[in-house]
Antibody, heavy 117, light 110 residues
Framework: EVQLVESGGGLVQPGGSLRLSCAAS????????MHWVRQAPGKGLVWVSR????????SYADSVKGRFTISRDNAKNTLYLQMNSLRAEDTAVYYC??????????WGQGTLVTVSS | QSALTQPPSASGSPGQSVTISCTGT?????????VSWYQQHPGKAPKVMIY???KRPSGVPDRFSGSKSGNTASLTVSGLQAEDEADYYC??????????FGGGTKLTVL
């Protein structure tokens, strides 16, 4: 059974940093591109970032470029999102999702990040 | 990276059909056949209902169908049922290894 389990969310002050993790199981993690998608409270889904299967290619939404870094450890079957210079508008539930034909069949349960003083 | 445009709400009575639109540009919806639709119930993770414009994952009822014309994609839900009441989001590949979502549509079953 495919499972994606996010962790690392919490309350952080504006300007602070946080690293999210997504532990994958039930599939060959190193064979799939992975994404982060976020959803602010009461708002819609927003694509955040993508990393290829090898970890050699990344892409970001303009709103997080230069502040967030996506990475992966295929030996540990884990996806990461390092978030720096956090702003109030980064407050959201962050989901990791597995890529498949340009869609996301598998999602984690999400982890809430709250940026507030 | 502008969000795709969806109507904020849609509604229909049980048994009826409803269609939700998703309008983008030639750089996303119109340029690629990588349009997906997601259903999200409150407090839950999204669930893919349609991928690659019109393909249905196994387990998704055939009441759900997708199509695309030019820069606009559509999701049609036929034979509406109470459990179809949810938020629906479209997404599209937007080139340069980026994705874009629509703003979401709240579907109400009257």
């Amino acid at each position: 059974e495919v499972q994606l389990v996010e962790s690392g969310g919490g309350l952080v002050q504006p300007g602070g940093s946080l690293r999210l993790s997504c532990a994958a199981s039930g599939f060959t993690f190193s064979s799939y591109y992975m994404h982060w998608v976020r959803q602010a409270p009461g708002k819609g889904l927003v694509w955040v970032s993508r990393i290829n299967d090898e970890g050699s290619s990344t892409s970001y939404a303009d709103s997080v470029k230069g502040r967030f870094t996506i990475s992966r450890d295929n030996a540990k079957n884990t996806l990461y999102l390092q978030m720096n210079s956090l702003r109030a508008e980064d407050t959201a539930v962050y989901y990791c999702a597995r890529d498949g034909s340009g869609s996301y069949v598998y999602w984690g349960q999400g982890t809430l990040v709250t940026v507030s003083s | 990276q502008s969000a795709l445009t969806q109507p904020p709400s849609a509604s229909g009575s049980p048994g009826q059909s409803v269609t939700i639109s998703c309008t983008g540009t030639s750089s996303d919806v119109g340029g690629y056949n990588y349009v997906s639709w997601y259903q999200q119930h409150p407090g839950k993770a999204p669930k893919v209902m349609i991928y690659e414009v019109s393909k249905r994952p196994s387990g998704v009822p055939d009441r759900f169908s997708g199509s695309k014309s030019g820069n606009t994609a559509s999701l049609t839900v036929s034979g509406l049922q109470a459990e179809d009441e949810a938020d629906y989001y479209c997404s599209s590949y937007a080139g340069s290894n980026k994705m874009v979502f629509g703003g979401g549509t709240k579907l109400t079953v009257l």
